[in-house]
Structures are given as structure tokens and as C-alpha cells.
């Protein structure tokens, strides 16, 4: 499923590039150094292009998001958002193949974060669930995060135009394995075509609390300079929101070089 690493290793590259032909889906790198926004754009050169988020912070360095986040000075007084498991930016055809989060500050207990494969989570259902969800399509839309924002920010309102709804396979494969994966999320997934509203609210509902299901899941608990790195097709990930201290994170998105989407579209 994963694998943790200590230190730096000159593995690190090959075993990140071998991600596509294993069943490997996250790497956790410790006691790393921590990154500066220019290394941290470098690693990511490393494996595909650096990716800019739909949904990119205005203060945000080119490229690079950071997460700063300290729950007790929110006018919330310490309530923090649930944040449902999702991959990032699923209405993209061409999503990013993955990201690196790096933790520069880390609260003095929680904060952790949960990855669940969405490879378990296909496999998990019954034959006759598999059979009935394959040939289903359902749309993704960056609209329905918007809206779950409240006021969504003017930078991410802007982008709506540039990414319509996208029609997608609820079962789909994997751009390198050809392994069968569940594509559906609560943050992007607004429907499935085909079916009544109420049909596909039921379904959905079903198939989002199927991959909460423990045994699906591995949990991180960061330390300072760790390191994250997932698969955006075979990985779904949330924060868990329940740290009282400040939490800032340093994450970028890792999307497919023009020739490696090519690629992936004639093997589709």
C-alpha cells in the first residue's frame, strides 16, 4: 500500500518513479530538511510539471500553497471545518498525478492526516456493486466546492468559466497501472448521469461513506520536516481538523508532462 522513509535517501527518485508499476499509492519521507518554496517547486520538477490549484491563496508563492492555519485566532474561536475525504481537483480530465505536502509547523497533538485507496475502496464492494457502477458516469464540478466555501474567494469564482463540469467514469483506471479505481468524492462529485436525483444521492452517499471505512485507510501523524507524497488517481486524503495550535503546511501539486497526458489518453 505505502512506505515510509528516513532521512534522505538517493532512493528517493526511483522509488517515487516505480510508484506507477507497484501497488504503492503514498510515500512518507522523515526527518527530512525543510523546504524552501524554490526547492520545493524543484522536487516537483523532478516527477512531472509544478501545478497552480483552482483554488490557489492570493499570498501563496507561484505554485506552492501554504496552509497557516491556528484554529484559536478564527472568529470561529477554535472550530475548524470538516474537511470529507477527496482527490484534488477530480474535475480536471487531466488531474495532477499527485503532490507533495511537507509540515513546517505542527501542533502539539493532532492534525493529523488520512489517505485512503481508492483501489481498496473498488475492490471492497461487492461483484454485483462493481458490475452495476461500471458504465456509470458521473460530473465533477468545481462549482460545488465553490459553493461549499460560503463566499467563495474572487480568485476561485474567476476559474469557474475555465472548468466546466466534467463527465467522468465512476469506475475508472488508472492512467499507468490500468488498475480500476472509485472516482467519486463529496467535494467535486455532484451527480451520477443516467440516474433520478434521489437514485443518485442515494448511491453516492453509499459509495462517500464506503470510503471513510477504516481498513481502507492509513493516518499520518506529522512531524516537523516530514514529507508526504501521494497518487491522486489511486489516493483519497482529508485533514483531520481537531488540533487546538497553529498548523502551517507547504504543499504543490505534481501534473503529467504534455507527452506522459498523451500518452495516457491513447492507453485509455
Known sequence: MGSTCRGRSARTRSRLSARASSNI????????????????KALAQNFGEAGVSAYQYEEDEEKVQVFDVNP???PTRGSLPFVPFHADLSY???????AFLQAHVVPS????TCFASTYATYE????????????????????????????????????LDEHPPAKLPVVHR???TGRKFLNVNPIYTTHIDGLHEDESAVLLKFLFDHTTR????????????????WDNCSTQHTPIQDYGGRRRMQRIA???????????DVAA
Open 72 to 74: 484559536e485566532k478564527l
Open 214 to 229: 477504516p481498513e481502507f485507510q492509513v493516518r499520518l501523524h506529522w512531524n516537523v520536516d516530514d514529507i508526504a507524497f
Open 25 to 40: 499509492w503514498f510515500l512518507f519521507f522523515r526527518e527530512q530538511n525543510l523546504l524552501t518554496v524554490e526547492q520545493h
Open 254 to 264: 505534481v501534473m503529467r508532462r504534455i507527452a506522459e497526458t498523451h500518452k495516457a
Open 92 to 98: 480536471l480530465p487531466n488531474r495532477p498525478l499527485g
Open 174 to 176: 488508472h492512467p499507468d
Open 109 to 112: 497533538a493532532g492534525g493529523d
Open 124 to 159: 471492497g464492494l461487492s461483484p454485483s456493486m462493481r458490475a452495476f457502477l461500471e458504465g456509470l458516469d458521473a460530473y465533477h464540478s468545481l462549482a460545488k466546492q465553490a459553493m461549499q466555501r460560503g463566499v467563495p474567494p474572487p480568485n476561485l469564482l474567476a476559474k
